[in-house]
């Protein structure tokens, strides 16, 4: 589908942003990732 370009773009800033965050806390890349979507998509 037409967005996967987009969606891999969206993955790709988000690990990019948790290995940046990871230094900093004792959070596991899945809890930030959860966070990073939450903050992304509101509900």
């Given at each position: ?5 987009n969606?891999?773009a ?34």
């Amino acid at each position: 589908f037409g967005e996967s370009t987009n969606v891999e773009a969206f993955i790709e800033e988000i690990r990019r942003s948790i290995s940046e965050k990871a230094d900093t806390t004792r959070k596991t890349d899945g809890q930030i990732f959860l966070n990073e979507l939450r903050r992304c998509f509101p509900k």
